[in-house]
């Protein structure tokens, strides 16, 4: 691109986070589009997870500095939230008019602003392209689908994301396999919690278990709640739970009138967790049980393992490559008191290396420059 001088300019690039996984995709992408002298990224943050513990955050330990635009729509339903998120979005593009856009895995800001974008007829880009959980009474795959249709650009993390896109059609000219960007999170930010220590902060002294739940499917319904919750205090006979809770699932749990099941001596409640706090206790674990998607891939780099409560997965991978496995509401307690049974294992899944950010940089180049 050149100025009304001939002199090169950088290309205006939107780097869109709504939720906290996001930021944590983005933090790595964001830094190397700032050290590249063909780029002039902008963080536009959508305001999706809009509180400090759930969002916030994750901005200060990442380094990623205050938004460049705030559009701070909060919590709503879907619909609501997606449509706000449009309409926000669209008159910031009609004024800065950037080279493109970037958006990140699967949530409602995801695939609003992919639209906005594409009507808009901006090149866009999709880091994460391709999961696939084959459930479409998950909102995340809808937008997942509707997300990579729309882009210009699909970066994958692994060989199933290219097959996903291929089978529905989409031209393989503009899939490119770049590899996992949450483990180049993982690699720079390993220092820091290798050497946080949340256990003894926490005054853990026996193993431990991170339980993480916020899917409507597993916390909503008190039948399905409650079944958990038995199980969780039935392992905390054996094993410290320690449990960061998500607002959603905490709110439950009062409205169904469930306090007494987690008040158990070894289940230790605590407020959602920075990355680095989090993942000190992860990498310090027995396992996780989780329903939750990234934290099946970084068990699975780090080797824990993990116990996932869903009938399916987006991340298949992390099962036929790593340290997943699949189990329904009734198994919790039995797979976890088979754990320790379990030899250890670490994935090396190809470009899951820590340079996904680079060979990112690298594809918009061709992209744009």
């Given at each position: ?6 002199d ?36 536009v ?23 460049g ?11 609501k ?72 650009l ?14 529905e ?33 926490l005054?853990?002294r ?23 919750l ?34 158990a ?9 920075g ?56 198994e919790?307690?039995a ?13 090396e ?21």
């Amino acid at each position: 691109m050149l100025d009304s001088t001939g002199d090169s300019m950088s290309h205006v690039v939107h780097l869109v986070v709504g939720a906290r996984p996001n930021q944590m995709k983005a933090a790595p992408l964001l830094k190397l589009l700032r050290l590249s002298e063909e780029f002039d990224p902008i963080l536009v943050d959508t305001g999706q997870h809009y509180d400090h513990e759930m969002a916030g955050i994750f901005f200060e330990q990442f380094g990623m500095g205050s938004p460049g635009v705030s559009l701070k729509v909060g919590s709503a339903s879907h619909g609501k939230q997606t449509a706000q998120i449009l309409e926000q979005y669209e008159e910031v593009l009609l004024e800065q008019q950037p080279s493109a856009v970037i958006v990140i895995g699967d949530v409602n800001s995801t695939v609003a602003c992919s639209l906005a974008a594409a009507k808009l007829q901006i090149p866009t880009v999709h880091l994460e392209a391709g999961l696939r959980s084959n459930d479409r009474t998950m909102p995340e795959e809808l937008n997942r689908i509707v997300t990579d249709h729309l882009c210009d650009l699909l970066w994958t993390p692994s060989p199933d994301g290219d097959k996903n896109l291929i089978a529905e059609g989409i031209c393989d000219s503009k899939i490119v396999r770049v590899g996992n960007i949450m483990i180049d999170t993982l690699v720079q930010m390993e220092p820091l919690f290798s050497h946080r220590k949340m256990k003894e902060e926490l005054n853990i002294r026996a193993d431990h278990i991170v339980v993480t739940f916020h899917r409507p499917s597993n916390v909503d319904s008190f039948e399905t709640l409650e079944k958990i919750l038995v199980q969780v205090a039935e392992i905390s006979k054996k094993y410290t739970i320690v449990w960061p809770m998500h607002p959603r699932t905490k709110n439950k749990i009062n409205e169904h009138g469930l306090n007494n099941l987690i008040r158990a001596p070894n289940i230790c409640v605590v407020q959602p967790l920075g990355y680095v706090e989090f993942m000190s206790l992860v990498s310090s674990s027995v396992g996780v049980i989780t329903d939750s998607g990234g934290v099946q891939e970084e068990t699975t780099y780090l080797g824990i393992p993990c116990l996932t409560v869903r009938p399916n997965t987006e991340r298949p991978i992390t099962i036929t490559e790593g340290t997943n496995r699949l189990i329904s509401l009734s198994e919790i307690e039995a797979s976890v008191l088979t754990l320790e049974e379990e030899p250890s294992k670490h994935s090396e899944i190809e470009f899951w290396d820590g340079l996904t950010a680079e060979r990112c940089v690298e594809s918009l180049k061709s992209l744009l420059v």
